[in-house]
């Protein structure tokens, strides 16, 4: 077994036995910033997103507006609610800001580049994203397509367009230390199912690789490889572009970024076990999976006790674009004198599995890697207990009976919640070991990026359908599995997330800026 499985042992047992170091304080006046900056890069501003569906490939609009309603500043976080960071969210420089995506801590560390090929509307080079500028900031000059057909082995090559995530871990570390890889790799995911839900939306198509040769995009970004991790590469169906140029052979000098981004904090800490991590899983086109390799960690059938039928899934009341724009967190907003129609909660859980990271690794018709439970507080028609959800009849299967509210405060950690005023709290499982026992470490990166598009789906189609939301990671993990009877199976609970009302006319400020 490689380092991947000691360390998802480690992230399970994280809530009873601490990850070192256990004494680490942030420096708060020492962050660093939210999003890479790259002195004297010209920055070009990006058009106007184009409204209504594509014809199948992107344009420079598209691109625009899935950009912006993913990872770009829609608006300030001024409401009043119960998380840790109030009091400092009138001060500008301690600015909370909106996005459409879910990020862990609200850190936003992924890095988005687009490695633009000939045929397309801007000159061929590397650009990086800026959100709080929602523009491209060119990087380099001239046709680099051919490198990262390589680092994809030459089979996934597209049209020579290239979205390309990447993880600054610094960005992430200076709050979680050692924790950081695990919360990362599921900000991947909530980047790449935004995508995937605006694309789909529009008739385009997101596919994201994982596995490819870090190392040799890491060279192309200009990026140092233990300090940045390459995460996933989309390839995208451009209008009018250029077939892409074959994979090159490696040339000497090789070409790369010379920008180089500034670092805001005056001190960088590394940490030894993210470090290790990171090292385990860097990818490699030729270690990508057979088809098939997953199906042996396929999610295992739903258990429990007689089905209790769910009515069919309500129609959202939201588009995919208006969900993002309102997604937030409820933070200690939710009101249980308001029970959750059973519809809706069908809606979600609906939603939430047919969610998937939609990997080269996967395939198009791959197994179902999470199983989801919901503990049931206030859902109407609907007995509190803890209940296992079967996907194909659309029911659900009683696991534990009685309210469930006394278990679920117990085994939180933090302050910004109380779990027994939710309608109901959903929980997604995946057989960690089992993927990385099929497709190796590099497989620890598919788990987080996974469980992210469920965190993600279940932000937007809560928002589609009206609902509060909230996602947290700070729970006894091990009391989940005794709780759920997961105890001596591969299935490891990973994240809890939190649906119901919220009280009405909560004290707010409106303040979109997109």
Not at 18 to 44: H, I, N
Not at 138 to 147: I, N, S
Request: net charge negative; charged share 20%.
């Amino acid at each position: 077994m490689g380092f991947a499985h000691d360390y998802a042992d480690a992230i399970m047992h994280r809530g009873r036995v601490p990850m070192e170091p256990v004494d680490f304080v942030p420096d708060w006046a020492d962050r660093p910033r939210d999003a890479k900056f790259y002195p004297g890069a010209e920055t070009l501003p990006l058009p106007e997103p184009e409204p209504g569906p594509g014809e199948g490939v992107f344009t420079l609009p598209l691109l625009s507006g899935m950009l912006r309603d993913s990872y770009g500043l829609t608006g300030r976080r001024l409401g009043v609610q119960a998380n840790t960071d109030l009091a400092a969210l009138p001060h500008y420089t301690h600015a909370n800001w909106s996005r459409g995506t879910a990020s862990g801590g609200g850190l936003y560390p992924v890095g988005v580049y687009w490695v633009a090929g000939g045929g397309g509307p801007l000159t061929p080079g590397v650009y990086h994203y800026a959100p709080h500028q929602h523009g491209l900031r060119r990087l380099l000059t001239g046709e680099v397509g051919a490198e990262v057909g390589a680092a994809l082995g030459g089979e996934l090559a597209g049209s020579g367009q290239y979205l390309v995530l990447s993880v600054k871990y610094w960005q992430n570390a200076f709050k979680y230390n050692n924790f950081s890889f695990h919360a990362v790799s599921m900000d991947v995911g909530t980047v790449l199912q935004t995508w995937r839900l605006w694309a789909r939306e529009r008739g385009l198509r997101i596919a994201p690789a994982l596995w490819f040769d870090e190392e040799r995009l890491a060279r192309l970004l200009g990026v140092v490889p233990h300090e940045e991790g390459i995460f996933a590469v989309v390839p995208l169906e451009w209008e009018g572009a250029a077939p892409a140029l074959p994979a090159s052979a490696p040339v000497a000098p090789a070409p790369a970024v010379r920008h180089r981004d500034a670092e805001r904090s005056r001190t960088v800490l590394t940490f030894e076990t993210a470090g290790r991590i990171h090292a385990a899983t860097l990818g490699h086109a030729g270690d990508r999976p057979a088809p098939g390799a997953l199906d042996a960690a396929a999610a295992r059938p739903p258990v429990g006790g007689v089905p209790v039928p769910l009515p069919p899934a309500a129609p959202p009341v939201r588009d995919v674009t208006a969900a993002l724009r309102a997604r937030r967190s409820s933070f200690g907003r939710f009101d249980a004198t308001r029970a959750v129609a059973a519809d809706r909660l069908a809606a979600v859980l609906a939603d939430c599995a047919a969610a998937a990271v939609g990997s080269e690794a996967e395939g198009p018709d791959g197994p179902r890697l999470t199983a989801l439970y919901v503990f049931v507080n206030h859902v109407e028609g609907v007995e509190p207990g803890a209940y296992a959800y079967d996907p194909d009849g659309h029911v659900l299967r009683l696991v534990v009976p009685g309210p469930p509210g006394p278990f679920l405060q117990r085994n939180y950690f933090l302050s910004n919640y109380n779990l027994e005023q939710a309608g109901a709290v959903l929980v997604p499982t995946v057989r960690t070991a089992a993927v990385l026992d099929a497709v190796g470490d590099r497989g620890y990166r598919l788990v987080g990026a996974t469980v992210g598009a469920v965190a993600q789906t279940f932000y937007t189609s809560a928002a589609a359908h009206e609902l509060g939301a909230g996602v947290a990671l700070g729970f006894d993990n091990i009391s989940y599995a005794e709780e759920l009877g997961l105890t001596g199976t591969d299935e490891a609970a990973l994240l809890i997330m939190l649906l119901g009302h919220e009280r009405p006319r909560p004290a707010d400020f409106r303040h979109e800026i997109a």
